[in-house]
């Protein structure tokens, strides 16, 4: 017995232990943060980080809305409790997000068809719709995302149980949408297939359909058997507003499908058109045929979502709610909205100036007025977009992504001079 102590003893407590994440492997940087932390790091006075999908003002600050604060001081006066929210969230939240998305005089809306719940931001709401249509959507458990799309959407429907597959959206040709390969690519994917569509201010490519793009977009889905072919769609709607300044315009392509019958669903995110991005403020609802299979379609929602997170914070939704219920607010807001448009739409037009006109930059640079949004697909490679993050001090994604809202008048021309550089191989 002695000589079983002893030998225990004997072994190093560090070999004696194993722990049981000693199999966990190392996962890979998130490539958006990755890029934040290379640009905290970087000492130079010039450096610009072009990264994050997050707006700021003229100075390069975070901007937080003057409807917003206006709407946190009505709440501060309203003295509201900290109380839970019920599962699908604040009522008078997702009443008003619905209607923004869909318009009043939708018929949807108005004959109660269509069920929604507040989530955690659009993420939550790709990922509640995503549970949702593994559980219940009867006839394909694949999901077509055009490519390029969102970097979080394959991981977000895959983790939901969907099989994640792609269609052509973007054109490295041109710089704008392939719009036939769209078309050729939907035609055969399989018959009710499930297809997410960016409602507007694609991400991360900036290029959207036109008006009638979509049209035929609808036509190829289509809504029934007289159409050419019956797809799902699946609407991811971060951007009302902030695309092109009008919220209407934003929600075309959305409302469109709806009017020709198609059955829905949506993602809706309020935390760039209202800066909210930390209060996680977001919708999801699902177009119905009845107020009956409505209720059931809640029911299941509800069965859905209270495992994940059991039930949404409540700060965010009555800032939004406060907003969206409010007629002088909302104004107000929408003012702000077309604000933010109109500044990045600004920035684009300086922006191909400077690399036409000022510095001569070889090459087409029209795509930078024709893409709409947040983000820019530049066309640089990732050679260039190396050589300005170690040269010039300027980051962004690897394949040449940059987010609009980080230039500003102090710092475009540098970055338009060190782009002109790098493709003309000078820098």
Not at 189 to 195: F, L, M, N
Request: net charge neutral; charged share 20%.
């Amino acid at each position: 017995m002695l000589t079983v102590v002893a030998r225990r003893q004997a072994i190093p407590k560090a070999a004696r232990f194993i722990s049981a994440w000693a199999a966990v492997p190392q996962g890979p940087p998130d490539p958006i943060l990755g890029i934040t932390e290379a640009f905290k790091a970087d000492k130079d006075p010039k450096k610009i980080n072009l990264g994050v999908g997050a707006y700021r003002d003229d100075n390069g600050k975070p901007y937080v809305l003057p409807s917003v604060q206006k709407a946190e001081e009505i709440l501060a006066a309203a003295k509201g409790d900290k109380e839970y929210l019920p599962i699908t969230g604040l009522a008078d939240f997702t009443s008003a997000a619905a209607k923004l998305a869909y318009g009043a005089d939708s018929s949807a809306l108005k004959e109660g068809r269509i069920a929604v719940t507040q989530s955690i931001s659009g993420t939550g709401a790709l990922r509640i719709g995503g549970a949702f249509l593994a559980r219940h959507y009867p006839h394909s458990k694949t999901i077509y995302l055009p490519v390029p799309s969102w970097g979080n959407h394959t991981p977000i429907f895959r983790d939901s149980g969907l099989e994640v597959k792609g269609y052509r959206y973007f054109d490295k040709k041109t710089v704008g949408l392939d719009f036939d390969g769209l078309i050729e690519d939907l035609k055969n994917a399989p018959e009710k297939s499930i297809v997410l569509l960016h409602a507007c201010a694609h991400n991360p490519t900036g290029v959207d359909p036109t008006p009638e793009q979509w049209k035929k977009i609808s036509e190829v889905i289509g809504a029934s058997s007289l159409f050419e072919k019956q797809l799902f769609p699946f609407f991811d709607m971060a951007y009302q507003g902030f695309a092109s300044g009008n919220t209407t315009r934003d929600a075309f392509a959305l409302r469109y499908f709806v009017e020709q019958g198609h059955q829905v669903v949506l993602a809706q995110s309020f935390a760039k058109n209202m800066g909210l991005y930390g209060e996680r403020v977001g919708a999801f609802s699902v177009v119905t045929s009845s107020p009956e299979e409505k209720a059931r379609v809640d029911s299941q929602l509800k069965i859905v979502i209270r495992p994940m997170y059991s039930n949404p914070p409540i700060h965010g939704a009555r800032v939004a709610g406060t907003i969206l219920n409010d007629a002088q607010l909302y104004t107000q807001w929408e003012g702000e909205v077309k604000g933010m448009a109109d500044r990045i739409i600004g920035m684009r037009d300086t922006l191909y100036n400077k690399l036409t006109h000022d510095y001569n930059t070889p090459g087409e640079w029209g795509h930078i007025k024709s893409q709409i949004g947040m983000f820019s697909f530049t066309g640089l490679r990732p050679e260039q977009t190396k050589a300005l993050a170690e040269k010039a001090h300027i980051y962004m994604t690897a394949d040449g992504r940059i987010s609009m809202a980080g230039l500003n008048a102090h710092n475009l021309e540098y970055f338009a001079e060190s782009v002109s550089a790098v493709v003309k191989g000078n820098l």
